[in-house]
């Protein structure tokens, strides 16, 4: 029988990569202070979860400006979408597993 917990991908195991897929799963894309504040997380700490998700593929990063303000945001890539998908769907076969 299928272990029900092969189907995780372990950069999903932190609560804060789940949280900024969650969000950019369902928004095309969100600013570096948006997601902050949403996630409720510092600077450095945020900063650090997005980095390992771009070298991951998961994430696009987009550095630009408004006015003279830089303005950098974020989205799913598909290969990003596809790996939180089958994460999740690995959530929900273990779960079911245990009833």
């Known amino acids: ?39 409720q997380l510092t600077d450095g700490n945020l900063a650090s979860h997005l980095s390992h998700l771009e070298e991951n593929g998961f994430i696009k990063v987009r550095k630009g400006f408004i006015g003279r303000k830089t303005n950098t945001t974020y989205s799913i890539t598909k290969a990003g979408e596809k790996a939180f998908k089958d994460h999740l769907a690995g959530l929900e076969n273990m779960i079911k597993s245990i009833k």
């Open 1 to 39: 029988m299928k272990n029900p917990i092969d189907n995780l991908n372990k950069v999903f195991d932190s609560r804060i990569r789940l949280g900024v897929m969650s969000v950019l799963l369902v928004n095309e894309e969100i600013n570096f202070n948006d997601l902050k504040d949403l996630l």
